[in-house]
């Protein structure tokens, strides 16, 4: 069965840090490039970082640059998302998703509150 | 950056109506353009990629067309399990990011 399950999520004070997971099944993760996309409270979609499928080329939303860390362990089959210096504003559901978005987990909740 | 605009940000449809929802980019994305359907709670769903082919297992009833900057997604007889939010897409080939418009919400008249 092709899946995402994402995990790490919680409440988090201003100015702190968390890292999301995401584990992969059901296909070859290795082999396909992989994104972070967050929704807020009764928002729309934003995409937040990709990581290629060799994990050496990463790019990031102007929102999260130099905030945020994506990173994968192919060997694990797990995506990452470091976020640190966190604001209110990085409140969201976190999604992850294949490349071409035909795979979707079904998000983890982190919520910036102090 | 590219801008997406959907319109209608609302579109009020009866059930086995036809819908109609717009997307509009800044510049051409040629057509690197995909639809999502959301609903309340769940992640997103692939209806439609590369403007006009339907993903794995999407009813006949949803159709993509467009290129370049204007895009339509159709859903030819709405169902009662077509009430949700809709969202246009762009990637790009290289860098591989993504750009979201603002999403269209099809509700029941």
């Known amino acids: 069965q092709v899946q995402l399950v994402e995990s790490g999520g919680g409440v988090v004070q201003p100015g702190r840090s968390l890292r999301l997971s995401c584990v992969a099944s059901g296909f070859t993760f290795s082999s396909y490039g992989m994104y972070w996309v967050r929704q807020a409270p009764g928002k729309g979609l934003e995409w937040v970082a990709v990581?290629?499928?060799?994990?050496?080329?990463?790019y990031y939303a102007d929102s999260v640059k130099g905030r945020f860390t994506i990173s994968r362990d192919n060997s694990k089959n797990t995506l990452y998302l470091q976020m640190n210096s966190l604001r209110v504003e990085d409140t969201a559901v976190y999604y992850c998703?294949?490349?071409?978005?035909?795979?979707w987990g079904q998000g983890t909740l982190v919520t910036v509150s102090s | 950056e590219i801008m997406m605009t959907q319109s209608p940000a609302t579109l009020s449809v009866s059930p086995g109506e036809r819908a109609t929802l717009s997307c509009r980019t800044s510049q051409s994305v040629s057509s690197n353009l995909a639809w999502y359907q959301q609903k309340p709670g769940q992640a997103p769903r692939l209806l439609i990629f590369d403007a006009s082919t339907r993903a794995t297992g999407i009813p006949a009833r949803f159709s993509g067309s467009g290129s370049g900057t204007e895009f339509t997604l159709t859903i030819s007889s709405l169902q009662s399990e077509d009430f949700a939010v809709y969202y246009c897409q762009q990637y790009n080939n290289w860098p591989p990011t993504w750009t979201f418009g603002q999403g269209t919400k099809v509700e029941i008249k």
């Open positions: 990581t290629w499928y060799d994990g050496r080329d990463k």
């Open positions: 998703a294949r490349e071409r978005g035909k795979i």
